[in-house]
T-cell receptor, first 112, second 114 residues
């Protein structure tokens, strides 16, 4: 299976704290992306990191990629209640079919 | 506004009663795709289309049909729904060059099959 693991499955923090979510995968990738999903809504693309990049920033988001460990982390700094959502990593694997493979997600709750 | 729309947003039906979930995008995207989302299983691809009249199976196509007669529309058809098709369904689209870069998702259709 090309599916990897995301951990933790659920994360509950206080407003102002940082939230870190991890994603691991099994086969080589072209890029890895993070999406956000508010409860029962569609996914929204947050950030993409390519296989030759190690770190990327976008506002309060920081993504790292370690291809030797086949893992990525999404850090949300200074979290807000509005960050409460599920976060998914999606991998674009090298070769193979034209599709993204989504993980099972991390459900983040930011308490005010 | 650039968007992917799905209808209906919520649907309760009974086993065996044919239904269609519509998906439409106004971004002139060639690629469209259907996913289902189930607790503990994440998103799984049902069918996808690279362009008009070109469709292909994803990872979980059984029990579903699709068609792509127009570029903007990609309906999902359940000919004889069963309770195991109770799920949250998402349509997504992108330009061909962006399939592995960014996909735009619809708001979802929550289906309950009794």
């Amino acid at each position: 299976s090309q599916q990897g693991e995301e951990d933790p499955q659920a994360l509950s923090i206080q407003e102002g704290e940082n939230a870190t979510m991890n994603c691991s995968y099994k086969t080589s990738i072209n890029n890895l992306q993070w999406y956000r999903q508010n409860s029962g809504r569609g996914l929204v693309h947050l950030i993409l990191i390519r296989s030759n990049e190690r770190e990327k920033h976008s506002g309060r988001l920081r993504v790292t990629l370690d291809t030797s460990k086949k893992s990525s982390s999404l850090l949300i700094t200074a979290s807000r209640a509005a960050d409460t959502a599920s976060y998914f990593c999606a991998r674009a694997h090298r070769g193979g079919s034209e599709k993204l493979v989504f993980g099972k997600g991390t459900k983040l709750t930011v308490n005010p | 506004e650039a968007q992917v729309t799905q209808n209906p947003r919520y649907l309760i039906t009974v086993t065996g009663k044919k239904l269609t979930v519509t998906c439409s995008q106004n971004m002139n995207h060639e690629y469209m795709s259907w996913y289902r989302q189930d607790p503990g299983l994440g998103l799984r691809q049902i069918y996808y289309s690279m362009n008009v009249e070109v469709t292909d199976k994803g990872d979980v196509p059984e029990g579903y049909k699709v068609s792509r007669k127009e570029k903007r529309n990609f309906p999902l058809i359940l000919e004889s729904p069963s309770p195991n098709q109770t799920s949250l369904y998402f349509c997504a689209s992108s330009f061909l060059a962006d399939i592995k870069e960014t996909q735009y998702f619809g708001p979802g259709t929550r289906l309950l099959v009794l």
